[in-house]
């Protein structure tokens, strides 16, 4: 058989290596296949170590039918050298250990053959260089020169891949990392949005029982106070100092975002109500405020098993803030000819407690409806949402346990659904006349 045809069946077989392998993997298998189309005994794969480039460090060694531990070796004195100095194929057929008598692996192996080819990236730049080694002479020379050179570049371009896919790796890795980094900025800062808001509605709940507090101070300073109304003043005094004590303990609750709490049974219509009440009362829209029409039907001293409480008020407050924007958009769009109305329904159903909250505000046009609880969607200008007020509500709500659906038409309405099971309903709800 003539060398070209030998060449060539040598080298198909390249290609019939499986195709589900890649990488290192890959490449071992080339090597255990170059070493037996050729019958040699060693193949290494290596590259210099920069940036003196005064040694070798094998990526892959195979000794006699396996792959063994990689070694470091000095370059100096070795065949290599003239392998990394060249750019074709560097051939000793014959009494290699005589023509290099210092490279002690050649003495180890004793290895009577080499043959070296480096491998090149596009631009020319070394990154390494393929030895086969026997311990008797070559034979077939022109076959082996030509096999070994195109397996080296294969095996190059291989290595150029994998570099490409450790460069990709890293940078997706660094990406993912400002990714989460940012998130947890924007998290934080939707999380302060929420808190701001929520402590000047405290504000104005604080103002009311310390007024009561001040005047009835006042009273109790009166030389002429007699002692029945002592009694109320003092009675006035406590009353809001506890109230006022309640919202400060909230607010705190707000503040610290406690993880890892355990469950506990919280008055969730109380925690609605107060949500609703905090946020209505903070916004500064007047004509929205003059013009709009509020349904509120909350069944009272309803309990739900929940893991984070404050955290569930946020959730009401972003759901009412979303439901605002959208009437108030709607709103400056009509020129003041529309009724802006919001429906807030909480009630128990088959065992689970049931928050409707509902505009007739923009609605949400059907192709961004299954994304708008996603991480940074948002439907907003630029500038006036980051995307993360759904998806952290989303998180919120399962996090205790919950559900949430969303309901809507373009410019018709809006209708969030959350449900929460473990009800507890301390009182009768009053029947529907």
């Not at 290192?24 to 019958?39: D, K, P, S, T």
């Not at 829209?285 to 404050?310: A, F, G, W, Y």
Request: glycine share 6%; aromatic share 6%.
């Amino acid at each position: 058989m003539d060398t070209s045809r030998n060449v060539l069946e040598v080298i198909r077989g390249i290609y019939n290596v499986d195709q589900l392998l890649s990488g290192r993997e890959y490449i071992r298998e080339l090597i255990h296949r170059l070493a037996n189309a050729l019958n040699v005994k060693y193949v290494m794969v290596g590259h210099a170590i920069k940036p003196q480039e005064k040694s070798v460090q094998t990526d892959y060694l195979y000794s006699d039918g396996k792959f063994i531990d990689n070694v470091t070796y000095e370059l100096e004195g070795t065949p290599c050298t003239d392998v990394l100095c060249g750019t074709r194929v560097n051939c000793y057929s014959s009494d290699v250990q005589q023509k290099f008598p210092r490279d002690k692996m050649l003495k180890d192996m004793n290895a009577q053959s080499y043959m070296g080819s480096p491998f090149f990236s596009p631009d020319g730049e070394l990154l390494g260089l393929l030895v086969v080694m026997d311990d008797q002479p070559f034979k077939e020379l022109e076959l082996m020169t030509s096999v070994v050179e195109f397996f080296a570049a294969r095996i190059g371009a291989e290595y150029r891949r994998l570099d490409v896919e450790e460069t990709l790796k890293q940078h997706n890795e660094d990406l993912e990392k400002l990714v989460q980094e940012r998130t947890m900025q924007l998290i934080s800062q939707e999380k302060l949005a929420t808190i701001g808001r929520i402590t000047l509605g405290i504000a104005h709940e604080l103002k009311n029982p310390l007024n009561i507090i001040i005047n009835a101070s006042e009273l109790l300073m009166s030389t002429e106070i007699d002692s029945e109304s002592r009694t109320r003043a003092l009675d006035m005094i406590y009353q809001y100092g506890v109230r006022a004590n309640d919202i400060i303990t909230s607010m705190l609750k707000q503040a610290r975002q406690e993880e890892n709490m355990q469950p506990e049974r919280i008055d969730i219509s109380t925690l609605l109500n107060h949500a609703l009440d905090v946020f209505l009362r903070s916004r500064n829209d007047i004509n929205l405020k003059s013009k709009l029409r509020k349904s509120i039907h909350i069944t009272p001293q309803v309990e739900v098993n929940l893991i984070d409480s404050p955290g569930v008020e946020r959730v009401f407050i972003n759901v009412i803030d979303n439901a605002v924007y959208a009437l108030s958009e709607k709103l400056q769009r009509s020129g003041g000819s529309f009724i802006p109305e919001l429906k807030v329904d909480l009630h128990v159903e088959r065992s689970r407690c049931q928050i409707r909250i509902r505009d007739n505000g923009t609605g949400i046009p059907q192709n961004h409806l299954l994304h708008v609880c996603d991480e940074f969607y948002t439907t907003k200008p630029p500038g006036e949402g980051t995307g993360l007020g759904l998806w952290v509500t989303k998180q919120m709500v399962e996090k205790n346990r919950g559900t949430i659906d969303i309901y809507s038409k373009e410019n018709e309405y809006t209708e969030v659904v959350i449900e929460f099971p473990d009800v507890f309903l301390l009182a009768e709800p009053e029947a529907t006349p």
